[in-house]
């Protein structure tokens, strides 16, 4: 069997790596891919981005299967454009991916499904937003509502904060047209948590629940970036909790899409604020988390391929997911100056004395290599993850895999999975 894995993170990596493990040793192919993956699979030179190429090499090659990664292919409609060519895809069609493509079709489902999330109004004109901005009270969130990048949020703690964000992404378009409509959202108590969710269309299995940690510096400072690590199970998500978010949030989305003609199939990722009232939606990502998934994998027990297959046929059911009682922990390692900016093509070392720990798996998630040796090559370079007999085992064996692995400027939280231990 050939399987294709669209991206070239720590998501794919750690896609590749479970992929390798499945009974039936699928051939595999990532494109782009990254260091880490050309252990396992054949990276092929094409941008997760580009529609057309990854079309014309699936259409020449015929892979059984192809995952897509990242969010932009997947809004840009790669899984129409292969299934119309015949081909098996995992991941939703563009009109599904407007869940996380359009914040503001986000929230009219959940509002069409009764689902619990933030009140929100959206404008397209800056002077009627900052007029708005009177009936909400501070803080106050700001929001972009196409794709962003992760950067098209602005928490805003005082009016003129939040009239600023509206005029910068209004007036100035510094999102371009992903910032044509904001949305002015109220803001949510609690704790996150995230919930990646199999849809077969009808049905859906939830993956184990997890909790990532977003802004760079510890105790959740700092500014927002794509994730900073990751752990698994995350407490906050009581056993209770589970079919409430299944039946009250998953299961709502998926018919409401279906009765606007819309069917999920892929993995629906529902990032949740959990407060004293439950849990509440603050976004839907249209694909598996980012560090969400290098945690979620390694505890997911028997093959990944079966479970994509029942998503793409409309076969899934729950007990199709078995899981590890093992936590798991991931510590993100960053390149100097990120989220800001930073310098690619730094040497790593380090990362064979990493693998020779026990339990442990460094997931590459922007590196490379030149010349025969591994270098950096984004923000995010690597997702040092581990399973342990309980939280802190997994969290303290991830930190001796990143006390081994060495590169300049190299940064990363130290209180990965805090919140649990403070519990
Ligand atoms: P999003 O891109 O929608 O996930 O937002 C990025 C981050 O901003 C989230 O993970 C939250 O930490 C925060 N955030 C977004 N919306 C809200 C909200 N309504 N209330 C509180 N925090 C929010
Ligand atoms: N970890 C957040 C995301 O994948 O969007």
Redesign the pocket.
């Known amino acids: 069997m050939r399987v294709l894995v669209i991206g070239s993170g720590g998501r794919e990596h750690t896609l590749v790596w479970k992929l390798a493990q499945d009974s039936c040793r699928p051939q595999l192919f990532c494109a782009p891919g990254n260091a880490g993956t050309t252990a396992l699979a054949t990276n092929l030179p094409i941008a997760a981005e580009d529609v057309p190429a990854l079309l014309a090499w699936a259409k020449q090659n015929r892979p059984d299967l192809t995952v897509v990664g990242p969010e932009a292919p997947l809004c840009a409609g790669v899984v129409d454009a292969f299934a119309d060519a015949g081909l098996r895809v995992f991941g939703p069609c563009r009109a599904a991916a407007r869940m996380e493509g359009s914040k503001q079709f986000a929230k009219d489902v959940m509002r069409a499904a009764g689902v619990r999330t933030a009140r929100a109004e959206s404008f397209s004109d800056a002077a009627a937003a900052i007029r708005a901005l009177a009936q909400f009270s501070l803080p106050v969130v700001i929001k972009a509502d196409g794709l962003a990048a992760?950067k098209g949020v602005v928490i805003a703690a005082t009016r003129d904060e939040a009239a600023q964000a509206i005029r910068s992404m209004l007036e100035q378009k510094i999102f371009g047209t992903a910032g044509a409509t904001v949305l002015l959202e109220e803001f949510l108590d609690g704790e996150e948590a995230?919930i990646l969710a199999l849809v077969d269309g009808e049905r859906t299995a939830l993956l184990p629940s997890s909790q990532?940690h977003k802004r760079v510096f510890d105790a959740d400072q700092g500014p927002n970036t794509?994730?900073m690590g990751a752990y698994s199970p995350a407490p906050i998500v009581t056993p209770d909790l589970l079919p409430q978010i299944r039946d009250h949030i998953i299961l709502p989305v998926v018919r409401e899409l279906k009765r606007r003609g819309i069917v999920y199939q892929g993995l629906l990722?529902a990032g949740l604020m959990i407060g004293p009232r439950g849990p509440q939606v603050v976004e839907f990502?249209c694909r598996f988390?980012?560090?969400?998934t290098e945690v979620v994998l390694p505890r997911l027990k028997g093959d990944l391929i079966p479970l994509l297959q029942a998503c793409i046929d409309g076969t899934l059911s729950e007990s199709l997911v078995r899981v590890r009682p093992e936590p798991c922990a991931t510590v993100v390692m960053a390149s100097g100056g990120y989220p800001g900016s930073y310098q690619k093509g730094i040497a790593i070392t380090g990362l064979d004395d990493a693998a020779k720990l026990k339990d442990v798996c460094v997931f590459h998630a922007g590196t490379a290599m030149k010349d025969g040796a591994v270098v950096t090559s984004g923000g995010r370079v690597l997702a040092v993850t581990a399973l342990g007999k309980d939280l802190k085992s997994a969290v303290g064996l991830a930190y001796e895999g990143v006390a081994a692995i060495r590169f300049v400027g190299a940064h990363f939280r130290k209180d990965i999975a805090r919140r649990a231990f403070a519990r």
């Open positions: 992760g995230s990532d794509g994730g990722y990502n988390g980012d560090p969400e």
